[in-house]
């Protein structure tokens, strides 16, 4: 009977997750750690849902006898279903002041007042601040605040920054703070002085916390980057949204809160800032591409010969990839979160497909910069490099950070990447798309 019940969900899987999940309204995110468990806890309740409508069927003779196929293997379908429905490693909203949040809880009530979903938590915890003395709830009374969740490797994060750095600017004057809470993903984000050049790079001016023992993140029940929480001048959460995109709906907000406190010269049509490099618009329409991590504890579709292994040099070799496969060649250690190459001259293959690729990558422990060449197709990248390398794939890994690597000109088509590096010690952490 489980056998034909798992069979039956697995079918009816099959037919229809190609059609209906890339239409989901899951924002583009990353979420953390935590949200794959609690995603998983979603779909044992959902399968067993379903168990007990198809045992009925099954009990009156309904349903045809099936091949074998087991719980293990439907809960990957569903779940690899899941993140193939989403160009980044996109994740349902956090769960705040114990009240799951959905997307649709996003939507502003322009046609009468914002919600009020709670009071801004405690700042406290933070290890350092940048760009201002360490902020509390207190001090930023009769202000509105915007509190951006970002962590600085991530692409979801870097494409947000030319909002919050115009927002910043434009409504300073009028009675708004933006501040960062930068969380860390990866281990080298909780170093500060990474922290600090990023900031520098990414041109930040306002206040940020560096919340590297994630107290702030745990204070807001935050689960995701990037993530927003805009607040009153009395200090009450009025709005909340995940993710890129709806820049002008948060804008409208900020506004409606200035009106609200006080301010009548607010006024502004919301625009688009500029943007370059890493931080410019996503072109979702052509992303086939999801993000794909290297160190062994996430890593999948790993395509070298020899099979992964963790925590160990060895020798890869990788042939043409399929879509959405990578591989290693050369002799590499497999950590955690990320590989190390040992000896010059290995690399690293992906055939995907989107306009842009990002890899984030930093120099070996020694901290010298690593010189590295990339191909598409075989062939220099010409028009179709990235902000990182010039024409003739030419780079080199000076930090620890994301390195766009290509942007296809005009129209983008599946390609297999190739990096090959010239000097040892690069470490690699995850491949994004855009």
Not at 155 to 184: D, S
Not at 261 to 277: H, K, V
Not at 305 to 332: C, F, M, V
Request: charged share 20%.
């Amino acid at each position: 009977m489980t056998i034909l019940i798992v069979a039956c969900i697995e079918g009816v899987l099959t037919l229809l997750s190609p059609r209906i999940l890339p239409f989901l309204p899951f924002p583009a995110m990353k979420r953390s750690p935590g949200a794959g468990k609690w995603l998983r806890r979603v779909l044992g309740a959902a399968v067993l849902g379903s168990v007990a409508s198809i045992a009925a069927a099954a009990d009156a003779g309904l349903l045809p006898e099936p091949s074998g196929s087991g719980t293990a293997r439907l809960e990957q379908r569903i779940l690899n279903a899941f993140h193939a429905s989403k160009p980044d490693r996109a994740s349902l909203p956090a769960a705040r002041n114990g009240v799951m949040r959905t997307v649709a809880d996003t939507q502003p009530v322009f046609g009468g007042a914002l919600p009020v979903e709670g009071r801004i938590p405690s700042l406290s915890g933070a290890v350092d601040w940048v760009n201002s003395p360490p902020l509390t709830a207190e001090q930023l009374r009769g202000k509105v605040v915007l509190v951006d969740f970002w962590t600085y490797s991530c692409i979801n994060c870097i494409r947000t920054l030319p909002y919050l750095r115009n927002w910043a600017a434009k409504y300073k004057g009028q009675g708004l703070t933006v501040v960062g809470v930068h969380t860390p993903e990866f281990a080298f984000e909780k170093n500060t002085a990474n922290v600090r050049k990023a900031i520098d790079r990414f041109r930040i001016g306002y206040p940020v916390a560096v919340d590297s023992n994630y107290a702030i993140w745990r204070a807001f029940g935050n689960n995701a980057w990037p993530a927003f929480y805009i607040i009153d001048a009395q200090g009450r959460i009025r709005h909340h949204q995940f993710g890129e995109g709806d820049y002008d709906k948060a804008e409208k907000v900020i506004q409606a809160l200035l009106r609200e406190a006080g301010n009548q010269s607010t006024a502004i049509d919301p625009a688009p800032p500029e943007a370059r490099g890493a931080e410019a618009a996503p072109d979702f329409r052509n992303i086939g591409s999801s993000e794909t991590y290297i160190g062994y504890q996430q890593a999948s579709n790993f395509a070298s010969l020899e099979g992964l292994k963790a925590g160990a040099a060895r020798d890869y070799t990788i042939a043409k990839p399929a879509l959405n496969r990578w591989g290693l060649s050369g002799n590499w250690t497999m950590n955690p979160e990320q590989a190390t190459l040992n000896r010059a001259g290995g690399g690293i293959t992906y055939r995907f497909r989107a306009r842009d690729l990002h890899l984030v990558l930093g120099p070996g422990a020694d901290g010298k910069p690593a010189r590295f060449q990339v191909t598409i197709d075989g062939k220099a990248p010409g028009g179709h490099h990235g902000a990182d390398i010039d024409a003739g794939g030419n780079g080199t890994v000076t930090d620890t950070r994301l390195y766009q690597l290509v942007r296809q000109a005009g129209e983008v088509s599946e390609r297999t990447f190739e990096i090959r590096f010239l000097d040892p010690g690069v470490q690699a952490f995850a491949f994004t798309f855009g």
